[in-house]
């Protein structure tokens, strides 16, 4: 009972962030800013193909995402915390994080930094976590 208000009230937090960002003039000046889908992922070169849909949003202080099996609908990860933006620098500070029940508690607390690119509607984020080193492509949602 407890997971599924949490899944609830993510995904009620999702659909209002996404509104917000969406209507504030403000928040939506830099490029970066906005809701994002997962098209592409590469993990150490290797790409992966999750059977998950996997969305982002980004604010200019504040990420989060959430990912999900298409098939089935059930939640399979989620993250969010605070971010930063220095140019093509982007950093996040880890504050919550979920992957399939994994034990990632040692990734709260630390930051990692991307470098990203927007052309367009779409996103280009790379860097490393840990040891892992990571390549994906967004596609922004309208």
């Known amino acids: 009972m407890k997971r599924i208000l949490i899944y609830s009230s993510l995904a ?5 962030a996404t509104a917000w960002s969406q209507s504030n003039p403000m928040h939506t000046r830099n490029p970066l800013f906005g ?3 997962l098209s592409s992922q590469m993990l150490d070169g ?8 996997e969305v ?10 959430v990912a999900y099996d298409k098939s089935s609908m059930k939640p399979s990860g989620m993250g969010l915390g605070s971010c930063k933006l220095d140019g093509d620098s982007y ?15 040692d990734m709260i607390g630390k930051d990692y930094t991307f470098t ?8 280009t984020q790379s860097g490393t976590m840990g040891t892992m080193k990571l390549s994906e492509s967004w596609k922004r949602v309208k």
């Open 46 to 53: 290797q790409a992966n193909d999750p059977k998950v849909r």
């Open 116 to 123: 990203v690119k927007v052309d367009g509607d779409t996103l």
């Open 35 to 37: 809701t994002w889908e």
């Open 12 to 16: 009620v937090a999702v659909a209002m």
């Open 56 to 65: 982002k949003m980004i604010s200019p202080e504040r990420y989060m995402w």
């Open 91 to 105: 950093t996040e500070h880890i504050e919550y994080i979920n992957v399939n029940g994994q034990d990632v508690s």
